[in-house]
């Protein structure tokens, strides 16, 4: 059983900046954390930073010069630092992570920009 714990999240104004964090425990043997989502209220959900396995990184064009992802192998763990935050950033944030075919999600954690 795998287990994804987001955490960072919370109310930030505008032009702030949160640290997210993700933390794989569990039957971790050959999964790979993929990356983090995001679904605002009413709206589907989409990709915000994905990492690969050779640590390349793609972004959301909404994300591109704010956000950074990023990952420690050694405690599997993954990050999503998001600068200059913006109103539309609210969002539940998810964690997620594939084994083969299988993908894994978090619970989420809630982001709030708002003044």
């Known amino acids: 059983q795998v287990q994804l714990v987001e955490s960072g999240g919370g109310l930030v104004q505008p032009g702030g900046s949160l640290r997210l964090s993700c933390a794989a425990s569990?039957?971790?043997?050959?999964?790979?954390?993929k990356g983090w989502y995001r679904q605002a209220p009413g709206k589907q959900r989409e990709l915000v930073a994905g990492i690969n396995n050779d640590d390349s990184t793609n972004y959301a064009d909404s994300a591109k010069g704010r956000f950074t992802i990023s990952r420690d192998n050694a405690k599997n763990m993954v990050y999503l630092q998001m600068n200059s935050l913006k109103p539309e950033d609210t969002a539940v944030y998810y964690c997620?992570?594939?084994?083969?075919?299988?993908?894994?999600w978090g619970q989420g954690t809630q982001v709030t920009v708002s003044s």
């Open positions: 997620t992570a594939d084994r083969g075919f299988h993908r894994y």
């Open positions: 569990g039957s971790i043997t050959s999964l790979h954390i």
